[in-house]
Protein backbone atom coordinates (compact mmCIF):
# COMPACT_ATOMS: atom_id res chain seq x y z
CA UNK A 1 0.00 0.00 0.00
CA UNK A 2 1.28 3.36 -0.46
CA UNK A 3 -0.46 6.91 -0.65
CA UNK A 4 0.64 9.78 -3.41
CA UNK A 5 0.09 14.20 -2.81
CA UNK A 6 1.20 16.03 -6.01
CA UNK A 7 4.00 14.93 -7.65
CA UNK A 8 5.25 12.99 -5.47
CA UNK A 9 5.02 9.40 -3.20
CA UNK A 10 4.67 9.85 0.45
CA UNK A 11 7.71 7.59 1.92
CA UNK A 12 6.31 7.01 4.85
CA UNK A 13 2.94 5.86 3.85
CA UNK A 14 4.50 2.48 2.23
CA UNK A 15 3.57 -0.86 3.92
CA UNK A 16 4.38 -3.99 2.17
CA UNK A 17 1.61 -6.32 3.66
CA UNK A 18 2.36 -9.64 3.49
CA UNK A 19 -1.18 -12.17 3.40
CA UNK A 20 -1.27 -15.41 5.62
CA UNK A 21 -2.48 -17.66 3.21
CA UNK A 22 -0.87 -18.53 -0.18
CA UNK A 23 -4.36 -18.91 -2.00
CA UNK A 24 -6.73 -16.18 -2.64
CA UNK A 25 -6.52 -13.03 -3.07
CA UNK A 26 -4.70 -10.80 -0.76
CA UNK A 27 -7.81 -8.24 -0.46
CA UNK A 28 -9.90 -11.21 1.36
CA UNK A 29 -6.99 -11.08 4.17
CA UNK A 30 -6.24 -6.83 3.66
CA UNK A 31 -8.93 -5.57 6.58
CA UNK A 32 -10.21 -2.65 7.56
CA UNK A 33 -8.19 -2.68 10.64
CA UNK A 34 -4.85 -3.14 8.82
CA UNK A 35 -6.14 0.01 6.84
CA UNK A 36 -7.49 2.17 9.96
CA UNK A 37 -4.12 1.28 11.50
CA UNK A 38 -2.22 2.60 8.37
CA UNK A 39 -4.63 5.39 7.88
CA UNK A 40 -3.71 6.92 10.97
CA UNK A 41 -0.23 5.84 11.86
CA UNK A 42 1.46 6.13 7.98
CA UNK A 43 -1.00 8.24 6.07
CA UNK A 44 -2.73 10.86 8.12
CA UNK A 45 0.45 12.45 9.91
CA UNK A 46 2.01 13.19 6.74
CA UNK A 47 -0.80 15.30 4.99
CA UNK A 48 -0.66 18.67 4.76
CA UNK A 49 -3.36 20.55 6.93
CA UNK A 50 -6.85 21.00 5.53
CA UNK A 51 -6.37 18.87 2.15
CA UNK A 52 -8.49 16.45 0.01
CA UNK A 53 -7.77 12.70 0.34
CA UNK A 54 -8.86 10.79 -2.36
CA UNK A 55 -9.90 7.32 -2.02
CA UNK A 56 -11.38 4.51 -4.38
CA UNK A 57 -14.68 2.75 -2.84
CA UNK A 58 -13.04 -0.36 -1.63
CA UNK A 59 -14.76 -2.50 0.94
CA UNK A 60 -12.43 -1.23 3.51
CA UNK A 61 -12.63 2.19 3.03
CA UNK A 62 -16.29 2.22 3.21
CA UNK A 63 -16.39 0.78 6.56
CA UNK A 64 -18.65 2.53 8.98
CA UNK A 65 -19.38 2.97 12.54
CA UNK A 66 -22.37 0.63 12.43
CA UNK A 67 -21.01 -1.89 9.76
CA UNK A 68 -23.69 -4.14 10.22
CA UNK A 69 -27.12 -2.81 7.80
CA UNK A 70 -30.06 -3.52 9.83
CA UNK A 71 -31.51 -6.40 7.28
CA UNK A 72 -28.90 -8.61 8.29
CA UNK A 73 -29.59 -8.49 12.50
CA UNK A 74 -32.28 -10.19 14.41
CA UNK A 75 -35.54 -8.63 16.06
CA UNK A 76 -34.00 -8.69 19.37
CA UNK A 77 -30.71 -7.24 17.97
CA UNK A 78 -32.62 -4.32 16.22
CA UNK A 79 -34.41 -3.83 19.92
CA UNK A 80 -31.36 -4.10 21.73
CA UNK A 81 -29.50 -1.38 19.74
CA UNK A 82 -32.85 1.44 19.38
CA UNK A 83 -32.46 0.48 23.53
CA UNK A 84 -28.78 0.99 23.69
CA UNK A 85 -29.12 4.76 22.35
CA UNK A 86 -32.43 5.61 24.49
CA UNK A 87 -34.43 5.11 21.80
CA UNK A 88 -38.03 3.46 22.48
CA UNK A 89 -39.42 1.26 20.51
CA UNK A 90 -43.01 -0.61 21.38
CA UNK A 91 -42.70 -4.49 22.67
CA UNK A 92 -45.03 -5.50 19.48
CA UNK A 93 -43.33 -3.76 16.82
CA UNK A 94 -42.97 -5.30 13.48
CA UNK A 95 -39.47 -6.01 12.43
CA UNK A 96 -40.15 -4.31 9.31
CA UNK A 97 -41.34 -0.97 11.49
CA UNK A 98 -37.69 -1.34 13.80
CA UNK A 99 -35.55 -2.25 10.72
CA UNK A 100 -36.65 1.56 9.66
CA UNK A 101 -35.86 3.07 12.75
CA UNK A 102 -32.47 1.50 12.89
CA UNK A 103 -31.35 2.32 9.08
CA UNK A 104 -32.88 6.07 9.62
CA UNK A 105 -30.55 6.31 13.07
CA UNK A 106 -27.22 4.59 12.12
CA UNK A 107 -24.14 6.09 11.04
CA UNK A 108 -23.60 5.89 7.34
CA UNK A 109 -20.39 8.05 7.28
CA UNK A 110 -17.53 5.79 6.61
CA UNK A 111 -15.02 5.76 9.42
CA UNK A 112 -11.96 6.99 7.45
CA UNK A 113 -14.01 9.87 6.48
CA UNK A 114 -14.82 10.24 10.20
CA UNK A 115 -11.21 10.00 11.04
CA UNK A 116 -9.71 12.34 8.43
CA UNK A 117 -12.12 14.99 9.43
CA UNK A 118 -10.78 15.22 12.97
CA UNK A 119 -8.05 16.21 11.90
CA UNK A 120 -9.34 18.85 9.40
CA UNK A 121 -9.56 16.94 6.03
CA UNK A 122 -11.89 16.40 3.16
CA UNK A 123 -12.33 12.73 1.69
CA UNK A 124 -13.40 12.05 -1.65
CA UNK A 125 -14.55 8.59 -3.00
CA UNK A 126 -13.91 8.43 -6.73
CA UNK A 127 -16.89 7.16 -8.66
CA UNK A 128 -17.21 2.88 -8.83
CA UNK A 129 -15.06 1.38 -11.57
CA UNK A 130 -13.23 4.58 -12.83
CA UNK A 131 -9.72 3.76 -11.74
CA UNK A 132 -8.25 5.92 -14.11
CA UNK A 133 -9.15 9.15 -11.83
CA UNK A 134 -7.11 7.82 -9.21
CA UNK A 135 -3.17 8.73 -9.74
CA UNK A 136 -1.99 6.09 -7.71
CA UNK A 137 -3.33 3.18 -9.82
CA UNK A 138 -1.91 4.93 -12.64
CA UNK A 139 1.52 4.71 -10.35
CA UNK A 140 0.94 0.78 -9.20
CA UNK A 141 0.61 -0.02 -12.84
CA UNK A 142 3.82 1.44 -13.89
CA UNK A 143 5.22 -0.53 -11.30
CA UNK A 144 3.27 -3.59 -11.58
CA UNK A 145 4.32 -4.03 -15.00
CA UNK A 146 7.90 -3.60 -14.49
CA UNK A 147 7.78 -6.18 -11.57
CA UNK A 148 5.75 -8.64 -13.62
CA UNK A 149 8.62 -8.46 -16.52
CA UNK A 150 11.15 -9.79 -14.21
CA UNK A 151 9.34 -12.15 -11.26
CA UNK A 152 8.02 -15.91 -12.27
CA UNK A 153 7.09 -18.61 -9.91
CA UNK A 154 10.22 -19.33 -8.30
CA UNK A 155 10.68 -15.69 -7.14
CA UNK A 156 10.72 -15.57 -3.31
CA UNK A 157 8.59 -12.78 -1.50
CA UNK A 158 12.04 -11.14 -0.57
CA UNK A 159 13.59 -10.80 -3.60
CA UNK A 160 9.57 -9.30 -5.09
CA UNK A 161 9.93 -7.09 -2.45
CA UNK A 162 13.07 -5.95 -2.72
CA UNK A 163 12.19 -5.12 -6.28
CA UNK A 164 9.21 -3.39 -5.62
CA UNK A 165 10.38 -1.09 -3.79
CA UNK A 166 13.57 -0.74 -6.02
CA UNK A 167 11.06 0.15 -8.76
CA UNK A 168 8.88 2.93 -6.70
CA UNK A 169 12.20 4.56 -6.10
CA UNK A 170 13.46 4.46 -9.71
CA UNK A 171 10.89 4.92 -11.55
CA UNK A 172 8.79 7.26 -9.74
CA UNK A 173 10.20 10.37 -9.96
CA UNK A 174 8.97 13.64 -9.29
CA UNK A 175 8.44 14.07 -13.35
CA UNK A 176 6.88 11.38 -13.73
CA UNK A 177 4.41 11.84 -10.79
CA UNK A 178 3.24 15.52 -12.13
CA UNK A 179 2.91 13.57 -15.65
CA UNK A 180 0.54 11.57 -13.87
CA UNK A 181 -1.51 14.37 -11.94
CA UNK A 182 -1.77 16.01 -15.20
CA UNK A 183 -3.49 12.83 -17.19
CA UNK A 184 -5.92 12.43 -14.33
CA UNK A 185 -6.75 15.98 -14.57
CA UNK A 186 -7.21 16.30 -18.52
CA UNK A 187 -9.47 12.83 -18.52
CA UNK A 188 -11.33 14.58 -15.81
CA UNK A 189 -11.84 17.65 -17.31
CA UNK A 190 -12.94 15.79 -20.60
CA UNK A 191 -15.47 13.75 -18.79
CA UNK A 192 -16.78 17.22 -17.10
CA UNK A 193 -16.84 18.55 -20.89
CA UNK A 194 -19.37 15.20 -21.64
CA UNK A 195 -21.28 15.96 -18.84
CA UNK A 196 -21.98 19.39 -19.79
CA UNK A 197 -22.70 18.46 -23.45
CA UNK A 198 -25.22 16.31 -22.07
CA UNK A 199 -27.06 18.69 -19.69
CA UNK A 200 -27.47 20.54 -22.54
CA UNK A 201 -28.20 18.22 -25.09
CA UNK A 202 -31.11 17.11 -22.38
CA UNK A 203 -32.36 20.85 -21.86
CA UNK A 204 -32.57 21.43 -25.92
CA UNK A 205 -34.98 18.63 -25.78
CA UNK A 206 -36.85 19.80 -23.11
CA UNK A 207 -37.61 22.94 -24.76
CA UNK A 208 -38.56 21.71 -28.30
CA UNK A 209 -40.55 18.76 -26.63
CA UNK A 210 -41.19 15.23 -27.80
CA UNK A 211 -40.24 14.40 -30.87
CA UNK A 212 -41.85 11.69 -33.09
CA UNK A 213 -40.97 9.67 -35.88
CA UNK A 214 -42.71 10.97 -39.51
CA UNK A 215 -44.07 7.80 -41.68
CA UNK A 216 -43.02 7.94 -44.69
Partial sequence: ??????????????????????KGDA????????FQRWFKEQRLPHVPSRRLIVLDRCAF??????????????????????????????????????????ERDREKKPMVE?????????????????????????IWARVKNDCGAVFSNSTSFKEQRQHLEASLKKDITPAYGTKVYEH???????????????????EIEDDEGPSFCRER
Fill in 1 to 22: MHAMQENALVDEAWLAFEAKKS
Fill in 27 to 34: HGQFDWEI
Fill in 184 to 202: VQKIDEKYWQTDLMMEDEI
Fill in 114 to 138: VVAEEQGHKVLFLPVHHPELNPIEL
Fill in 61 to 102: HMVCRDSMGPSQMQKVDLQQWLMQRGRTWEEQGLRARLTEEV
